[in-house]
């Protein structure tokens, strides 16, 4: 029977571990990589609402087309990038990976990918802090390991 392991990753040093984890604990799996583009984590929703209208003429509080466009372009090129290093790193261990381009809040992303693909697993990274926040389990984690259909094994 095969075993599907789901790895989130943003592409932080920790989740890029959780990866290395997966492929040197489950050497029989098929390792899933999934990279979700949130554009309300990410800043998207953070509009200057102090400014009359955007360039194109949109009222406040609204999101213009080129921003979206350009943030769009920004997130692809960032998950390329992060699947590029993915697919490194399962090269140095001899195997090969499934890539995932998800869109949304990563924790739902992630919990609803594991229930609709037939996951057994959810290896991923506590936080894609540094310094003393280190410490904490993120919150994207605590949400996957508090509703996670499938065991999440966490990587610090």
């Known amino acids: 029977m095969d075993q599907t392991v789901l790895v989130p990753t943003e592409g932080s040093p920790l989740s890029m571990k959780a990866l290395e984890t997966a492929l040197v604990d489950y050497p029989d799996a098929d390792i899933v990589v999934c990279h979700v583009m949130d554009p309300i984590g990410s800043g998207f929703g953070l509009i200057d609402v102090m400014r009359p209208t955007f360039e194109d003429g949109s009222p406040p509080g609204s999101v213009s087309p080129k921003y979206w466009r350009e943030w769009h372009e920004k997130a692809e090129e960032k998950a390329a990038e992060v699947f590029d290093d993915a697919r490194e790193i399962a090269a140095?261990?001899?195997r090969s990976i499934e890539t995932v381009l998800e869109f949304g809040e990563p924790d739902d992303v992630i919990l609803e990918y594991a229930e609709d693909h037939d996951v057994d697993r959810i290896v991923m990274?506590?936080?894609c802090r540094t310094g003393a926040e280190r410490f904490l389990l993120g919150?994207?984690?605590?949400t996957v390991v508090k509703r996670a259909p499938v065991p999440v094994m966490i990587v610090r």
């Open 139 to 142: 919150s994207v984690a605590e």
């Open 125 to 127: 990274g506590s936080h």
């Open 92 to 94: 140095e261990h001899g």
